[in-house]
């Protein structure tokens, strides 16, 4: 069967309340990357120089060489930068991704770090490229990460990132240690949950474009009232969302050796004044985040659509339009993923197939639904779901003239276009139906098979959403 492991649904429109503490209207989360002494260097034995995020444009690494320029420009973030950092946020909730190589190699700045009550955790054993690394060399990397993390801070990791990651990265770092969170991802604005290493992983995601690594790129900043601009723009848009019910977090990613430079270290304090002129704003580190969602939003338990054998989705969907398993099975075959384990979702691959089909394959559909309060609901024959949509519109509860004139109707209709006449009901009172029917059987039969669709398409999406998440 053809599955998409890819999510392109995550909360959509209404996303879960936050429940912020404090009841604030957003969350700030200040990363500091600690990766000066963690980079490429043969020093550390990579086989070339460091070429990522500095301030030499079009740096390449230099293989088998020494870079004095990078490796000086490195050593300015642990020097200088980390410094000017740590004075200008002091005591305040920050996130320190710290490269295990970086944080061995810097005993002041990590004992400032447990000073200030920051969260240490891991970058990763070095700042190297991922991508191209064998799944048995990563795993090897990620133990030998979280062991010498855990001898250089005093306590093991319970937040991770990569960065500069491979596709197996999330799966060997779930499987590698019980982390609260891992951050491997840019995919959305808050929290979500994910199935790695065989149990739920709590993603907690990054950011690219609040980050002073865009100092460093060339489509980035030129100088710190851009960044400072970005950053309150992104705040104004996040606390108004949040002010109107929907969760927020602002994720700001920083660099010893980029904004611990003076001009940008100056814009990024201007940044965080404004902040901290805002009431119910909640600074955290992404720890605190994480343990807050998943006490408040912990993973749901079930079986997925998506992940169903084919005999189980056909039992549970086969009937969703009426008398037709066939929709249920075409949709098991398509290729669904994430976005299909929903109500939406499940609807929108029954749907494919029953669109797909022939005219007379639909015109099957149509004449499996039963005449509305018809001789088979007088028998007491219908399915349980029609059963329960007609009694929700008072067609069970019909006088003998009522009841004769749908029949009446029902057999007009019939006569005319050659299918019962549909519509959803939970949609409709008694009233609205009889209008309906009077209305509709003007209607040539093209218009009305196509109208018929629609409704079989509508019932089908209001019996999926009692037996499913919307």
């Known amino acids: 069967m053809m599955r998409y492991p890819r999510d392109l649904s995550g909360y959509g429109e209404m996303p879960p ?15 500091l990357n600690y990766e000066e002494g963690g980079e490429n260097n043969i020093l550390h034995g990579d086989a070339a120089s460091e070429a990522f995020l500095s301030e030499i444009t079009g740096a390449a690494p230099w293989p088998g060489q020494r870079h004095w320029n990078m490796e000086s420009i490195y050593e300015y973030g642990a020097r200088a930068g980390f410094w000017r950092v740590h004075r200008l946020l002091g005591d305040l909730p920050v996130t320190v991704y710290g490269v295990a190589t970086a944080l061995a190699r810097s005993p002041e700045q990590v004992a400032a770090m447990k000073t200030s009550g920051w969260e240490i955790a891991s970058h990763g054993l070095k700042w190297i490229e991922h991508k191209d690394m064998d799944p048995a060399d990563e795993r090897a990397q990620i133990r030998e990460a979280i062991r010498l993390h855990t001898e250089a801070t005093g306590a093991a990791p319970r937040g991770w990132y990569t960065g500069r990651c491979s596709t197996n990265t999330v799966d060997l770092v779930a499987a590698e240690g019980d982390f609260a969170y891992i951050a491997d991802s840019y995919a959305d604005d808050l929290p979500y949950w994910v199935r790695a290493a065989g149990k739920d992983q709590l993603i907690v995601p990054y950011t690219m474009d609040c980050n ?29 969302e949040g002010a109107a019910g929907r969760p927020a977090i602002l994720s700001i990613g920083l660099h010893c050796r980029l904004i611990g430079r003076p001009g940008r270290a100056m814009a990024f304090k ?45 039992e549970a969907f086969g009937g969703i339009f009426e008398h037709s398993p066939w929709i249920a099975e075409g949709a098991h075959a398509l290729e669904l993923g994430p976005a299909h384990d929903t109500a939406t979702g499940v609807h929108h691959a029954l749907c494919r197939v029953f669109r797909s089909a022939t005219e007379e394959q639909r015109l099957g559909v149509l004449n499996a639904h039963p005449d509305l309060a018809g001789k088979l609901a007088a028998a007491g024959k219908l399915t349980a779901e029609s059963t329960a949509e007609q009694a929700g519109a008072g067609l069970d509860l019909l006088t003998d003239e009522e009841r004769a004139t749908f029949q009446s109707l029902n057999a007009q209709y019939v006569d005319q276009h050659g299918f019962p006449f549909i519509i959803a009901v939970k949609d409709n009172t008694k009233a609205t139906i009889l209008d309906a029917f009077h209305r509709r059987l003007g209607h ?12 079989v398409e509508r019932i089908a999406e209001l019996r999926l959403i009692e037996k499913l998440p919307k």
């Not at 040539?444 to 409704?455: G, H, I, K, L, V």
Request: charged share 30%; aromatic share 14%.
């Open 17 to 31: 309340k936050a429940d912020w503490p404090g009841a604030a209207k957003i969350a700030v989360q200040i990363v």
């Open 212 to 240: 002073d690594m865009r100092f460093a790129i060339q489509a980035g900043y030129t100088n710190g009232d851009q960044f400072e601009s970005y950053l309150r723009d992104s705040f104004d848009m996040l606390y108004s």
């Open 270 to 314: 201007r940044a965080l004044d404004y902040f901290m002129q805002h009431e119910r704003v909640w600074f955290a580190t992404r720890e605190q985040i994480a343990d807050h969602w998943a006490k408040t939003h912990p993973p749901q338990q079930g079986t997925r659509p998506s992940q169903m054998d084919r005999d189980s989705f056909v």
């Open 444 to 455: 040539d039969r093209e218009t009305e098979f196509a109208e018929a669709c629609r409704q």
